[in-house]
Nanobody, 125 residues
Framework: QLQLVESGGGLVQSGGSLRLSCVAS????????IGWFRQAPGKEREGVSC???????DYLGSVQGRFTFTRDNAKNTVYLQMDSLKPEDTAVYYC???????????????????WGQGTLVTVSA
């Protein structure tokens, strides 16, 4: 059973940076599409970035140029480097994984099958 564990969240001032990690166990991530999502209080979960199994990356428009999604296959880990953080980036951040054909990833919560427990990012003004 594939399991995901996120870490790296915390409190940061506006303009600061954080790097989130998502470690997978139970299966290698190499053949999966991987996504980063977030959910702010009172709002729906939204896709932040996703990577296809062959390495193509998509970003939510509001984070384009500030967030960077990378993968380390040797560590079975993906990262989300978040720079120039804004208060509106405050949310619980989740990684998700889906077994999908090459070229697939979607910035929508469905139909991603495997989810981590989330890590809280708080950006103060």
């Amino acid at each position: 059973q594939l399991q995901l564990v996120e870490s790296g969240g915390g409190l940061v001032q506006s303009g600061g940076s954080l790097r989130l990690s998502c470690v997978a166990s139970g299966s290698t991530l190499e053949n999966y599409a991987i996504g980063w999502f977030r959910q702010a209080p009172g709002k729906e979960r939204e896709g932040v970035s996703c990577m296809t199994s062959d390495g193509l990356i998509d970003y939510l428009g509001s984070v384009q140029g500030r967030f960077t999604f990378t993968r380390d296959n040797a560590k079975n880990t993906v990262y989300l480097q978040m720079d120039s953080l804004k208060p509106e980036d405050t949310a619980v951040y989740y990684c998700a994984v889906e077994s999908a054909p090459t070229g697939w990833c979607k910035l929508r919560p469905s139909p991603w099958r495997y989810w981590g427990q989330g890590t809280l990012v708080t950006v103060s003004a």
